[in-house]
Nanobody, 127 residues
Framework: QVQLVESGGGSVQAGGSLRLSCAASGYTISGKCMGWFRQAPGKEREGVAAISSGGGNSYYVDSVKGRFTVSRDNAKSTVYLQMNSLKPEDTAMYYC????????????????????WGQGTQVTVTS
């Protein structure tokens, strides 16, 4: 059974940092593009960051560039999202997801292309 389990969310003041983790079980992530998405109440789910299977290629939504960093440890079947300089508009439920393809691309950086999802972890940034 495939499971993606996110952790590391919480409440933080603006300007603070959080590190999200996504641990996979029952599934080999080493050959998959892995992504982070977020969804705020009343808004569509949007791609935040994605990282190709070898970690050499990554994508970010413009609003988080320079503040967020996605990384992965395939040996631990874990993907991370380091979030710095957090802003109130970053408040959302954050989800980890797996794309069946090895390489990420801007064209596939959409929720519909990702096949497995975690249950999400809440991030709240207060001003």
């Amino acid at each position: 059974q495939v499971q993606l389990v996110e952790s590391g969310g919480g409440s933080v003041q603006a300007g603070g940092s959080l590190r999200l983790s996504c641990a996979a079980s029952g599934y080999t992530i080493s050959g998959k593009c892995m992504g982070w998405f977020r969804q705020a109440p009343g808004k569509e789910r949007e791609g935040v960051a994605a990282i190709s299977s070898g970690g050499g290629n990554s994508y970010y939504v413009d609003s988080v560039k320079g503040r967020f960093t996605v990384s992965r440890d395939n040996a631990k079947s874990t993907v991370y999202l380091q979030m710095n300089s957090l802003k109130p508009e970053d408040t959302a439920m954050y989800y980890c997801a797996a794309d069946p393809l090895r390489y990420c691309s801007s064209r596939r950086f959409k929720a519909g292309f990702f096949e497995y999802w975690g249950q999400g972890t809440q991030v709240t940034v207060t001003s």
